[in-house]
């Protein structure tokens, strides 16, 4: 019996050794278990993530796709409002060339074009027969002397009058402004009406001198009363304008009728004959 004693005694440090790294394994199993679910957990958040970039790449990708087709579309829209700009002024020219309106198609062309030329300053109604310049650029303010600018357009525009197929219509000319009463030239211009029709005749008056007969002319003023929007406190620059009608002439003109600028006068011109009432219907002197 001692001697079995003594064995377990002395098997007691081995079981006990044995025992430990058993305890130690089973934490260190333990802890791996650990690690391994955060490894899993984490390769799971990772795909997440992959998955998340994937489809982040695929929408930005298409994103960009949209950004390309839309400048696409931008750069095409460009395009067609060019190729629209384009037809439109090709549908004016050929308007013009219609001979809508009083005026025939080579002089709605001729007037056309010029308008096209000074877009900012001068229009052209087809319809009507009427050319329109802003006051602001044909005059100073409170002003009747016409700016240099706008003389060469009016010079360019009795080219065009004294034109053969222009030569058989009346040139009427109307000033218009804006409600700003007249204070500081009223010497010279009392009343908008006065000023209106003073620049109506610088206008005339210009045309006369580049040729243009002065028994075609005819001057108007309407002041403010004929504005074409609303004046504000200042009035309104789209109020202060020259207009110059086309109109064929109402009665036939011989050259030998026009007054001369220096006062003279020549030979009166023939009127037409008035049919009396009687049976033989002949003409009454």
């Not at 997440?48 to 829209?77: K, P, S, W």
Request: glycine share 6%.
């Amino acid at each position: 019996m001692a001697w079995k004693r003594i064995t377990f005694i002395a098997l007691i440090p081995v079981l006990f050794a044995a025992c430990v790294p058993q305890q130690k394994y089973d934490d260190l199993l333990t802890a791996y278990r650990g690690q391994e679910q955060t490894l899993l957990a984490t390769q799971s958040d990772l795909q997440t993530a992959r998955t998340n970039e994937e489809r982040l790449r695929a929408q930005m990708a298409a994103a960009a796709a949209d950004l390309e087709a839309l400048a696409g579309m931008r750069n095409g829209a460009k395009g067609d409002i060019d190729k629209l700009l384009a037809d439109y002024e090709r549908l004016l020219k050929q308007v013009g060339e219609m001979g809508v309106g009083p005026l025939p198609a080579e002089l709605n062309r001729a007037l056309a074009d010029l308008a096209a030329q000074y877009p900012d300053v001068l229009t052209f109604d087809a319809r009507t027969g009427m050319l329109r310049f802003s006051s602001d650029f044909t005059f100073d303010s409170g002003s009747v002397a016409i700016k240099p600018a706008a003389k060469t357009l009016v010079d360019k525009l009795a080219g065009i009058l004294n034109q053969p197929v222009a030569q058989q219509f009346e040139v009427k000319v109307v000033g218009h402004t804006d409600n700003v009463p007249i204070r500081r030239v009223a010497a010279q211009h009392p009343t908008n009406m006065y000023l209106s029709a003073h620049r109506a005749i610088s206008v005339r008056d210009a045309l006369v001198s580049d040729g243009v007969a002065a028994n075609r002319m005819q001057v108007a003023g309407y002041g403010e009363y004929r504005p074409v929007v609303a004046n504000g406190a200042n009035g309104a620059a789209a109020n202060r304008r020259v207009e110059i009608f086309l109109s064929p002439l109402t009665i036939p003109i011989l050259p030998s009728g026009a007054p001369s600028e220096d006062g003279s006068t020549a030979a009166p011109m023939k009127a037409a004959p008035v049919r009396s009432k009687s049976n033989n219907d002949e003409p009454t002197k």
